[in-house]
């Protein structure tokens, strides 16, 4: 079978529907999945959930399809964040789980975040799958599918993990009109929180703004509602609920990073000092400085849900987290990626401090840095262009090249990676001083512009 091999990424399957990411691909990849069941040596169900974009339903449909003509049963627990699906994973009796989902990409493309047991499948598993596509592996036989709803499960372990309040909160919080919508009013409710919605109405044609918080246009209604309504935080998710963004009571984005540095005070704080805290390499220097300033170990890793949960596992970390706003917490829960927990753990944390969000951050040293800077060049160009600005600013500063290369300037750092998910460069840069920052951005975004790409 021919299929289209470039939406087979390192973290997951993703691409543009009815362009390259077909129907016929993903009844592929249910058989597929099945084949790899099989060598394996694994039987049983498979959970399938999907988010709310248009295209997910026929996608879902020939997914299915594809497991049970190669004999393998069904669990759909319908439309959820993704979350939902890797928590389906623990409490479900299945041996795996697919979610259809674009994430945090635009409305046209959909895709597929497969887990084996509760792992991540990725990088060589995700290209073995697409060889056993390709030699027509699947085997044949007739499963079966039946439905689950887990929602109010999931809303009831969450809120009996975050634990209750420490005094009555009032927030703003924005869905985007994603998958989430489905979720957070419940489990706001539930947690006792005098909570204004915005954009709640489930809708995968994302009528009023994209719901991606590492983009601030996308913040800009939230911050206007905190604003109007003094609300004491706003928080936004993403287009399947695995990624949190934060607002301050002045209407201030805080980033994913330093997002972080809240978690992470509290479970070193509560858990005991010395443990790893796993981070990826657009997180800022203040990141790394406030984990060792609490006592525990920073580790810069490489981009990506995948890659940070296996590094996590390795280093056996309590919490992990991304500039772009995943979140991980193997300490009080299961180690994987899920912004509503994360939302109820902020919330947990904040009104048991008697502080806002700014007072939390005040003692932070401030850093000028930009948000993520997306550069468009094509998925044919990307690495290699990433590869010759490794070589270019070794020969000039001290780098890390972990996941792309963080350039060194000593009084700030500059970043180039290539995007795992879309045909873009990812840039960011940070300094002391405005002025440093503007002079790292031109020299870096100088050398960008001199391989032809447009920044």
Known sequence: MTIAAGIFRQNDVRGIVDKDLTEEAAHAIGGAYAALMKERGVTGAVAVGRDNRPSGEKLRNALVEGFTSAGVDVVDIGIVPTPVMYWSLHHLPVIGGIQITGSHNP???????????TESLHGHDLQHLLALITS???PKGRGSVREEAVIDRYVTDLVQRAGPLGRPM????DCGNAVGALVAPRLLRALGVDAIGLFTESDGTFPNHHPDPTVPANLEDLITVVRKEGAELGLAFDGDADRIGLVDETGRIIWGDHILILYARDVLARTGTGQPIIFDVKCSQAL???IARAGGTPVMWKTGHSLIKDKMKEEGAPLAGEMSGHMFFSEGFYGHDDALYAAARLLRIVSSSRKTVRELLSDVPEYYSTPEIRVECGDERKFELVDRAVKYFRARYDVIDVDGVRVLFGDGWGLIRASNTQPILVTRYEARTPERLAQIRDEMESWI???????
């Open 288 to 290: 790394s400085d406030e």
């Open 170 to 173: 009032r927030i703003a919080y």
């Open 107 to 117: 409305a046209e493309y959909n895709g597929f975040k497969l887990c084996f047991g």
């Open 136 to 138: 027509e592996a699947a």
């Open 449 to 455: 512009r001199a391989q032809g790409v447009s920044v």
